[in-house]
């Protein structure tokens, strides 16, 4: 069982290094220009060379996509409560929000330009609007799917709705919480990156934008390299704090 989990454990970064190794070879067996396709050594080149610049984008990008999901996540448990408690909300808000996820966030930009300016408005406005929703739908699938003879059972023995819902029902939810969790943060990255390529003058996305528009694709892949990163990186820590919290609700093995 240990060597087992070992190899879980050093398997995505051997998958890892062997895309570079064979990315790496590839681009120098075909003699790949740098301005079609870098190779990963051009790209580290880049983060090494531009690196102060690439960190002062990075940042502004972390701490507004962090503002947007912060938002994603209350607004998210909020509906995904009511929703999930509530028939009468189900009915009226479920379709509508489908609704609304199905819609292009990126189409969403010209109009949050015109009503909040070129700047962090738009771009927090963004994460918030690509996350909200799985969040939203997976607490109210954890609340909802309350099994009905376990609640049967709970109001046999006394236990009121209010009981059941918070001593049971939350509890219940929470791998569903954080599952939505992890899915949420990588697309909040995903909404913040995009309204930076389109509305603001600092970002990954404006960065993004501006080498590829000066043909330094190095510092283009850089920048997804970092994206890509942080949304790893905190995706890895949703993983840890849902180990540490609802270890009950996996298999240990």
Known sequence: MLKQKTLEKLAPWALLVATILL??????????SEFVFPSPLQIWDSLVEFGGEIARHAWRTFWVTMAGFALAIVVGVVLGFLIGTWRVAYAALYPLMTAFNALPKAAFVPILVVWFGIGIGPAI?????????????????GLATLEPEMQDVLRVLGARRSDILFKVGLPRALPYFFASLKVAITLAF????VSEMNAANEGIGYLLVSAGSAMRMPLAFAGLVVVGA???????????????????????G
């Open 23 to 32: 990315w790496q070879i590839l681009c120098v067996a075909f003699d790949v």
């Open 125 to 141: 406005l963004t994460a918030f609007l690509i996350s909200f929703f799985p969040i939203m739908v997976n607490i109210a699938t």
């Open 190 to 193: 995903v909404g913040t990156t």
């Open 230 to 252: 942080m949304a790893m990186v905190m995706y890895e820590l949703f993983a840890v704090v849902e180990r540490s919290t609802t270890g009950w609700a996996h298999r240990g």
